[in-house]
């Protein structure tokens, strides 16, 4: 079966940066786009950007375009989210998600189990 | 301030049904792109409940249905079941934010 298994809890220094990881497995992972969304406390889903596993390419939203990297390992089937800069600001649940077939505008029909990311001095 | 329009909370009793709306602009959901819905659970991460131009996700019963007319998209939900109890999201793509994916901020609905 399709999951999603993302990487544990961190705890970072404003000014610090973070890298959270989400491996796919129980499905061809380079035939998909994942997709990275966060939470803060309390509040809604933020878009954050996408790769297309395949060829690597990448788009952010503008909100996050100077600060956000986002890479993937197509050997062991992982992808990666990095965020530098960090602000209180960015305290949130940190989301992967797999992109339905079908390209950049469809729905997301896995999710990671969500890797909470808090920023505190 | 999201792209998306949602209302903050709707309810209703068992059994009724209710609709969450989902209001864009002619650069998301007026331009054709489709519309996505999630469920939220407590304390858990977002499924997807109805997608535009895919399968529906196996699972889901067939009380949840969408729609979408011009700008706005709509989520009905019929025979309501205490375990609906969730927030909603739509999703959509926007051209006009270097096509960037996009999300209403979210309906809290509460089964009376």
């Known amino acids: 079966q399709v999951q999603l298994v993302q990487s544990g809890a961190e705890v970072k220094k404003p000014g610090a940066s973070v890298k959270v990881s989400c491996k796919g497995s129980g499905y061809r992972f380079t035939?998909?786009?994942?997709?990275?969304?966060?939470?803060?406390?309390?509040?809604?889903?933020?878009?954050?950007?996408?790769?297309?596993?395949?060829?690597?390419?990448t788009n952010f939203a503008q909100k996050f375009q100077s600060r956000v990297?986002?890479?993937?390992?197509?050997?062991?089937?992982?992808?990666?989210?990095?965020?530098?800069?960090l602000t209180s600001d960015d305290t949130a649940l940190y989301y992967c998600a797999r992109?339905?077939?079908?390209?950049?505008?469809?729905?997301?029909?896995?999710w990671g189990q969500g890797t909470l990311v808090a920023v505190s001095s | 301030q999201s792209v998306l329009t949602q209302p903050p909370s709707v309810s209703g009793a068992p059994g009724q049904r209710v609709t969450v709306s989902c209001t864009g602009s002619g650069s998301n959901i007026g331009a054709g792109y489709d519309v996505h819905w999630y469920q939220q659970l407590p304390g858990t991460a977002?499924?997807?409940?109805?997608?535009?131009?895919?399968?529906?996700?196996?699972?889901?019963?067939d009380r949840f249905s969408a729609s979408k007319s011009g700008t706005s998209a709509s989520l009905a939900i019929a025979g309501l079941q205490a375990e609906d109890e969730a927030d909603y999201y739509c999703q959509s793509y926007d051209i006009s934010l270097s096509?960037?994916?996009?999300?209403?901020?979210?309906?809290k609905l509460t089964v009376l």
């Not at chain 1, 786009?33 to 950007?49: C, D, I, K, S, T």
């Not at chain 1, 990297?69 to 530098?84: C, F, G, H, K």
């Not at chain 2, 997807?48 to 889901?60: A, M, Q």
């Open chain 1, 69 to 85: 990297t986002m890479t993937r390992d197509t050997s062991i089937n992982t992808a990666y989210m990095e965020l530098s800069w």
């Open chain 1, 99 to 110: 992109g339905s077939p079908g390209g950049v505008a469809t729905g997301f029909d896995y």
């Open chain 1, 31 to 57: 035939g998909y786009y994942f997709h990275w969304v966060r939470q803060a406390p309390g509040q809604g889903l933020e878009w954050m950007g996408w790769i297309n596993a395949n060829s690597g390419d």
């Open chain 2, 46 to 61: 977002p499924k997807l409940l109805i997608c535009d131009n895919c399968n529906r996700p196996s699972g889901v019963p």
């Open chain 2, 99 to 107: 096509g960037s994916v996009i999300f209403g901020g979210g309906t």
